[in-house]
């Protein structure tokens, strides 16, 4: 039986190498070729290398999402070297918690360029090809596109955004072959928390989740590779996973 992504391209971004590793791994031996992007591309060859080896197609591209210019490159090129996009995974995404009254808002610049104008170029860029090819977008947002707690203002904005902004372009595309997937983790074992700088807001964060048995990388690349392998008459909009332990 023939692989369910067999002759499929998938792009998949991300700042978080855990996500970024475990989708190509779940795409690739579902027969995608697979072109995987981030800033710092040095982090990317040990991937390229191992997905090679064990037969994938891949492609590694430098690329921050914020630069519209390098997004539409990078698109160009994934088509140029793979032959034709059918799959994106807008996994790029940093989380910078702290209180509104006291924050660095260059902080706000970088999530909004980032989570939310980065996903949106990328989108844009891709979406002729995935119209050609009745292709997927997948659309990494987070419990914090649902429900909102202190401390994660604009985090949450940038996520309520990504939800916005999926559910409207689904409208625009559906009935042109094209399905948007929406995925929302809750608290998930990632580099996102080491990045929070505002000491306070991280120490709490770190105590609230401590008792919490974490979703994993692995956890949120099974879902991406159900939503993208499920028939192409059916369309699974959004998943919602939060961990057992998380009210």
């Given amino acids: 039986m023939p692989s369910a992504l067999q002759g499929k391209v998938a792009l998949i971004t991300g700042r978080e190498l855990g996500h970024r590793r475990a989708t190509?791994?779940?795409?690739?031996?579902?027969?995608?070729?697979?072109?995987?992007?981030?800033?710092?591309?040095?982090?990317?060859?040990?991937?390229?290398?191992?997905?090679?080896?064990?037969?994938?197609?891949?492609?590694?591209?430098?690329?921050?999402?914020?630069?519209?210019?390098?997004?539409?490159?990078?698109?160009?090129?994934?088509?140029?070297?793979?032959?034709?996009?059918?799959?994106?995974?807008?996994?790029?995404?940093?989380?910078?918690?702290?209180?509104?009254?006291?924050?660095?808002?260059?902080?706000?610049?970088?999530?909004?360029?980032t989570n939310l104008l980065g996903l949106m170029y990328m989108t844009r860029a891709a979406l002729p090809h995935l119209l050609r090819s009745k292709g997927t977008v997948v659309q990494m947002s987070s419990i914090a596109g649902r429900v909102t707690v202190?401390?994660?203002?604009?985090?949450?904005?940038?996520?309520?955004?990504?939800?916005?902004?999926?559910?409207?372009?689904?409208?625009?595309?559906?009935?042109?072959?094209?399905?948007?997937?929406?995925i929302e983790p809750g608290t998930t074992d990632t580099e996102l928390r080491g990045h929070i700088t505002h000491t306070a807001t991280k120490e709490m964060y770190e105590q609230r989740i401590s008792q919490i048995r974490k979703l994993q990388a692995q956890d949120i690349a099974e879902a991406v590779r159900y939503a993208v392998t499920a028939p192409h008459h059916a369309t699974v909009h959004?998943?919602?996973?939060?961990p057992t332990d998380q009210v």
Wanted: hydrophobic residues 50%.
């Fill in 238 to 242: 959004e998943i919602f996973i939060r």
């Fill in 150 to 182: 202190r401390n994660a203002a604009v985090y949450q904005a940038t996520k309520f955004g990504v939800n916005a902004f999926s559910e409207t372009v689904r409208q625009e595309v559906t009935e042109r072959g094209v399905r948007v997937v929406v």
């Fill in 24 to 113: 190509a791994r779940a795409l690739a031996p579902e027969g995608a070729a697979v072109a995987i992007a981030a800033r710092r591309v040095e982090k990317l060859r040990a991937l390229g290398d191992e997905l090679t080896a064990a037969g994938a197609k891949v492609h590694v591209l430098e690329l921050d999402v914020a630069d519209r210019q390098g997004v539409d490159a990078a698109v160009a090129s994934t088509v140029e070297a793979l032959g034709g996009l059918d799959i994106l995974v807008n996994n790029a995404g940093i989380m910078l918690l702290g209180p509104v009254e006291d924050a660095d808002t260059t902080d706000w610049t970088r999530m909004i360029d």
